[in-house]
């Protein structure tokens, strides 16, 4: 599926079954919960802190890709509503990356370790 068919995908969802877009700054606040979501679940898996119970601990994996799908499905939202092409900006986005950064990230010596 490319970014273009998921905007499209999200917006007859929201169209059919949600009845309309939550406006934008609910969206946003939104979007900032979910990425607490996937904040929380990678600082038990990658990081130090611990699962309170096995059972979070095993469902954990396929929590964090339900969140993360949560993540990239309002930030479609948000995109649909502010009429931002999503594949667009992230081809934009890339080519400014690898002209600012050509030589930035191979040069740089913490990554080298």
């Known amino acids: 599926m490319t970014l273009q068919e998921a905007q499209s995908m999200v917006d007859q969802w929201i169209n059919t079954i949600g009845i309309r877009y939550y406006n934008e700054l609910t969206n946003t606040a939104i979007l900032t919960e979910e990425v607490g979501e996937v904040a ?3 600082a038990r898996l990658y990081g130090e802190q611990s699962f309170k119970t096995e059972a ?6 396929q929590d964090l890709a339900d969140e993360m799908a949560d993540v990239l499905f309002v930030l479609l ?5 502010t ?4 594949t667009e900006a992230l081809r934009k986005n890339l080519d400014k990356k ?5 030589s930035r990230h191979a040069n740089n010596e913490k990554l080298k370790k």
Not at 56 to 61: K, L, R, Y
Not at 77 to 81: H, S, V, Y
Not at 98 to 102: G, N, T, Y
């Open 98 to 102: 690898s002209i600012r950064d050509a």
């Open 77 to 81: 939202c948000l995109a649909n509503q």
């Open 56 to 61: 979070q601990a095993a469902s954990a994996p």
């Open 83 to 86: 009429g931002v092409d999503l």
């Open 40 to 42: 929380r679940l990678m």
